[in-house]
């Protein structure tokens, strides 16, 4: 038995999928795939997946985190390859590998935030926002934060900007240090 | 997909339910024609309906057809639609329903044939048939409620009656065939296929043939079937059995619209059923069938299947068993994991009933299943009923009670049963199709004289609305006179009506009776 983290991107159609739906889409598709994983005890036995800081509902990520037990002591190689034909469209695994930090380390995220107006556009540039990258689209502006503490709410961040409409992205997740998350 | 449509997704609960893109789900980049295939329930029950996966198999199998999916909306998602002016879609391209060129429906029960309507409108398409030009797309249905298809004759151009996996590729290859020639010319052909009704050709639904798929062994079967990526009503491959019933239960619709029974090999079933899975990944298989203890190969088959299961934690379910010592040998080798709880439908509470509605199940059948079960370490039992049947008396319904009682006794310790009493709905095509329906009040009046009886804290006891199995009724045996009515539901209604949630009897009443010099029922004027 060996433990292993995928990284996994979940965009388009995918981000309209629930962290209860994401979870059974994973255990179809590493029983497609023919993953072995290791289950629970018990009464009723079921693999235990576990996705370390769940994306909310219909925003897009390309760094979620899913750690599994693989039930033999297989090598990594292939596995995302196997894993991504079996996953439905919008999902896609980029690595697979031995967890280093622990779920609790997960501190800090990259966001995109897509901001869009019906009307007039105003200037947001001129806001003082911390660590943050603006960039004036057609009709709004797009916006890179980065280091963002995990416990912020983006839902409320990307409400406070009084858009009509907007589009949260995670890009990356970083550990206590500020490092990549691994 | 458009910024339009990704803002009403961002407001609406379960967006999932309308994006498609799931394993399993068929794109075809270049086609000659588009099949929107339709079923006018949420997506949730239509992906778990079988036809509906058979039929998408079928039709995407033939080259230049693509077959699309399309499911009713939720209320709120109905709403945004209508604000925004976005058309009802299909799930695979996002293409408006008006810009398909055949429009399918699957009718499994009456009570959807408002969300019929709602879908048609809603996709931009016109309800009535009438009203629909030569460019509009041709509109058909099929499933069990073909059998009565007069309420909404008026709405579709033709109907399919009996097995629909064959004469859907026949239809569809006549509408490529006669392309560019009028929807007469082509009704007119089409007017001469095996289980084809074109109302306004045909003068009764009884002068066509039903359709009936021979051998189930080489008939389509999806082996590689859609897997939705939400959590669906049943969240499970489906492997087919057989089809039809030996046993000619009088009220049982599904029994005589599916005449002759027809088996599939054990061996073919397997196959298929281990194909699915392996596809799929699902955890559950069901082996649909309507009398699974009349299947020759039971156990044969669910050997088989208990091999490659077994070892992945795949769960075999076993619908429609008949209660006898087979049955429980085969229950204990099938639920090595899981205990679930145990259903039987007497269907009536008295022998003498049982034997006039042809259900054959005696009460030793009953109460000595029972008392296996309830020494196996099961503790509940659920009974299935039916009130309002003909011939029917206070004594057999005092019967439910004394067989109820009769089964807390089999258990040594305490033993909790759920009795569940639906109406007695006269189906056509049923040999008590000519049967009259018990009024409301007479429903209602058995309904309390059984929850008197029934006061025990070990039962439980249920009943349905019987002003819902009224509407039924109305439906199932109603005439051509019926369509304004259904439609005028449709556009009030303030959701799905077969949802208990939305039902609105007084709707229909007023409907009804604003019409009611119009429609009779066969030996029963409606007076609603």
């Known amino acids: ?182 | 997909m458009n910024q339009q449509l990704e803002r009403i997704l961002q407001r609406v609960t379960k967006p999932a339910r309308y994006i498609g893109g799931e394993h399993g789900e068929i794109v075809k980049s270049s086609r000659e024609l588009t099949f929107a295939l339709c079923f006018p329930d949420t997506y949730e029950v239509g992906m778990s309906n079988l036809g509906i996966q058979i039929l998408y198999t079928v039709l995407n199998s033939m080259e230049g057809v693509a077959c699309e999916r399309c499911f009713l909306p939720w209320p709120d998602m109905t709403a945004e639609l209508r604000s925004a002016g976005v058309p009802l879609y299909t799930l695979e391209t996002s293409r408006a329903l008006s810009d398909c060129d055949i429009i399918g429906f699957s009718l499994a029960y009456e009570l959807s044939y408002p969300a019929m309507l709602n879908m048609l409108e809603l996709g931009g398409v016109a309800p009535y048939c009438r009203d629909r030009g030569e460019d509009a797309p041709l509109v058909i249905a099929g499933g069990v409620c073909t059998v009565n298809p007069e309420p909404f004759a008026d709405f579709i151009d033709l109907a399919v009656l009996g097995d629909g996996e064959d004469v859907i590729v026949e239809l569809t290859n006549l509408y490529r065939a006669e392309k560019g020639k009028s929807k007469a010319e082509f009704l007119a052909k089409a007017a001469t296929l095996e289980g084809v009704y074109v109302p306004t050709i045909h003068g009764n639904v009884r002068e066509v043939k039903r359709r009936i798929v021979r051998d189930l062994n080489t008939s389509a079967y999806p082996t590689a079937p859609v897997v939705p990526s939400t959590e669906v009503i049943h969240d499970r491959t489906v492997q087919e059995i057989m089809r039809g019933c030996p046993n000619g239960c009088k009220f049982c619709q599904a029994c005589f619209t599916n005449a002759p029974v027809r088996y599939k090999s054990a061996e073919v079933a397997a196959k298929q059923a281990i194909a699915s899975l392996k596809f799929s990944g699902c955890k559950e298989v069901n082996l649909s069938s309507l009398s699974t203890s009349d299947y020759p190969e039971l156990s044969e088959l669910t050997d088989t299947l208990l091999d490659y299961c077994t070892p992945r934690y795949i769960n075999l379910s076993l619908p429609s068993l008949r209660a006898n010592s087979f049955t429980f040998e085969l229950l204990d080798k099938v639920q090595q994991t899981r205990k679930s709880g145990l259903t039987f439908a007497p269907e009536a509470g008295s022998q003498r009933l049982r034997d006039h509605i042809n259900k054959n199940l005696s009460e030793e059948d009953i109460l000595s299943a029972c008392t296996t079960a309830f020494a196996a370490g099961n503790t509940s039992v659920k009974l299935y009923f039916m009130i309002g049947l003909p011939g029917e008396t206070d004594e057999d319904l005092l019967a439910i009670n004394d067989l109820a009682h009769k089964i807390l006794r089999c258990g040594s310790k305490r033993v909790n049963i759920t009795v569940s009493a639906s109406c007695f709905v006269p189906k056509p095509r049923t040999p008590f199709e000519n049967e009259p329906q018990n009024p409301i009040e007479e429903l209602e009046r058995k309904q309390r004289l059984l929850r008197e009886a029934l006061r025990d804290k070990h039962i439980r006891f249920r009943w349905h609305d019987a002003r819902v199995s009224r509407i039924e009724y109305l439906l199932a045996q109603g005439k051509r006179e019926l369509a304004p009515a259904i439609l005028e539901v449709a556009r009030k209604s303030r959701g799905p009506q077969a949802w208990d949630e939305f039902f609105d009897y007084a709707l229909w009443q007023g409907q009804l009776t604003v019409n009611s010099e119009q429609i009779t029922v066969t030996g029963d004027r409606l007076n609603a």
């Open chain 1, 1 to 182: 038995m060996r433990k292993c983290r995928f990284v996994y991107s979940k965009t388009g159609k995918a981000r309209y999928l629930s962290h209860l739906d994401t979870m059974e889409v994973f255990r179809r598709a590493f029983s497609r795939a023919e993953i072995a994983l290791r289950y629970s005890e018990g009464f009723n036995p079921h693999p235990v997946i576990s996705i370390v800081l769940p994306c909310p509902l219909g925003h897009e990520s390309y760094c979620e985190v899913l750690d599994v037990t693989l039930a033999d002591d297989f090598g990594f190689g292939g596995l995302c390859e196997r894993l991504n034909n079996a996953l439905p469209s919008g999902f896609r695994v980029h690595s697979a590998a031995l967890p280093i930090r622990k779920p609790g380390d997960l501190q800090y995220l990259d966001l995109k935030l897509e901001l869009f107006y019906d009307g007039r556009v105003p200037n947001l540039a001129l806001l003082d926002f911390a660590g943050a990258a603006w960039e004036r689209m057609d009709n709004g502006w797009s916006l890179t934060l980065t280091s963002l503490p995990v416990r912020l709410n983006p839902t409320q961040l990307a409400e406070s900007f009084g858009a009509d409409f907007w589009r949260v992205t995670r890009l990356r997740i970083r550990d206590t240090n500020g490092e990549e998350y691994r």
